[in-house]
């Protein structure tokens, strides 16, 4: 059974103000803004090397907090359409996942590459054509659905009223290495 939480009144957002020493810069270029860089991060977030201060700064405070499974948290900006997430025993609190919506460019940027026009929006049939394989259909920790494609896993809500592959992608989680 999984655990998907809201943290509330805690101290660590007031944590992320104080920022950390980073690692050695990765020898990775960084992805421009708004793009995805496969493997490596998205919007100039490098994954295992960004931290949970560098996005509070680039994104601010109005990010909603989440427990995920005792595993991870996840710093969430509704309105922008993105999420970022580090491990809750990481000290340096590394971003190693993002989690994107239709509301941020990047996703729209892969919808057009990858639709094929049978609606208006991406849905699960595209991605099994772009990825010229289907993979098993997993239950994720929010209550959505998704196929994982190693760096791409495809959120989608079931529709009873609708065909598996007709589901339009509700969302697209970005996994960097070490996940």
Do not use: C
């Not at 948290?73 to 609190?93: N, T």
């Not at 010229?132 to 009223?161: A, C, L, Q, W």
Request: proline fraction near 4%.
């Amino acid at each position: 059974m999984s655990r998907y939480s809201p943290i509330v009144l805690n101290n660590l957002k007031e944590e992320f103000i104080q920022p950390l020493q980073h690692a050695t810069r990765p020898d990775k270029a960084t992805p421009n803004k708004g793009e995805i860089l496969y493997r490596v991060g998205v919007d100039e977030i490098i994954f295992n090397y960004n931290n949970a201060h560098d996005i509070q700064k680039k994104y601010g405070m109005a990010y909603d907090f989440y427990d995920v499974n005792g595993y991870a948290f996840e710093m969430k900006y509704f309105e922008l359409g993105i999420s970022f997430f580090f491990h809750q025993a990481d000290f340096e609190r590394k971003i190693f996942s993002a989690r994107i919506w239709k509301e941020f460019d990047a996703f729209q940027k892969i919808s057009e590459r990858i639709s094929s026009g049978i609606r208006p929006f991406l849905i699960l049939h595209d991605v099994f054509v772009s990825e010229m394989r289907e993979e098993e259909i997993m239950k994720s920790y929010d209550e959505t659905y998704f196929v994982n494609y190693g760096f791409f896993r495809y959120h989608f809500i079931p529709d009873e009223n609708s065909s598996e592959e007709l589901f339009p992608i509700e969302s697209i989680a970005l996994v960097g290495d070490g996940f």
